[in-house]
Nanobody, 128 residues
């Protein structure tokens, strides 16, 4: 099974930037969706942004125009997330995840989470 390890979290002031990265232990081939979720204390884990094996991207409304997800190519095992213009409400544990054999979509949070089979352990982002 592929394993995911996140890095790059930390503390930053409002308006600052952070760059998260997710390293996969192996190439994820075929149809897939990779992405980032976040969970703040007392809140449901929510999708932040996704990128499909075709390179198509999707963003949650709260991060559009501020966050950017990317992959160098379909065989890249790295998944960076550039976060700009950070706000206190972005404070959360951020998780990398992979949905093998699935397309990316946004919808009901639980349904979206159910789509993903592999999760990292998370990296904390704190904005003050």
């Amino acid at each position: 099974h592929v394993q995911l390890v996140e890095s790059g979290g930390g503390s930053v002031q409002t308006g600052g930037s952070l760059r998260l990265s997710c390293a996969a232990s192996s190439i994820i081939s075929g149809l897939s969706c990779m992405g980032w979720f976040r969970q703040a204390p007392g809140k449901e884990r929510e999708g932040v942004t996704f990128i499909g094996s075709d390179g198509g991207t999707k963003y949650g409304d709260s991060v559009k125009g501020r966050f950017t997800i990317s992959r160098d190519n379909a065989k890249s095992t790295a998944l960076p997330l550039q976060m700009n213009s950070l706000k206190p409400e972005d404070t959360a544990m951020y998780y990398c995840a992979v949905a093998c054999g699935q397309l990316c979509f946004f919808g009901a949070a639980a349904a979206v989470r159910h789509n993903f089979q592999v999760w990292g352990q998370g990296t904390q982002v704190t904005v003050s």
